[in-house]
Nanobody
């Protein structure tokens, strides 16, 4: 059974940091491209960034310089390091794994940035 489990979310003040985790099981994790996607209240899901199976990572312009994606294939885990958080980063953060036609989503982890 394939599982993607996000964790690490929570409440943080503006300017703070959080590290999100996406742990996978039931798939050959190292083969998968992993995206982080977020959904803010009342808004559509938006891409945050992604990392290839070989470790090439990129993030969208709105978080560039603040967010970093990395992976540890030995631990079947992808990380989203979020620094200098802003209230507009408040959202549920999901990881999404894909290779070919296979695609899987996690259940999400809530991030709240507020003073």
């Amino acid at each position: 059974q394939v599982q993607l489990v996000e964790s690490g979310g929570g409440w943080v003040q503006p300017g703070g940091s959080l590290r999100l985790f996406c742990a996978a099981s039931g798939i050959t994790f190292s083969s998968y491209f992993i995206n982080w996607v977020r959904q803010a209240p009342g808004k559509e899901r938006e891409l945050v960034g992604g990392i290839s199976s070989s470790g090439w990572a990129n993030v969208v312009e709105s978080v560039k310089g603040r967010f970093t994606i990395s992976r540890d294939n030995a631990k079947n885990t992808v990380y989203l390091q979020m620094n200098s958080l802003k209230p507009e980063d408040t959202a549920v953060y999901y990881c999404h794994a894909s290779v070919g036609s296979a695609t899987f989503w996690g259940q999400g982890t809530q991030v709240i940035v507020s003073s």
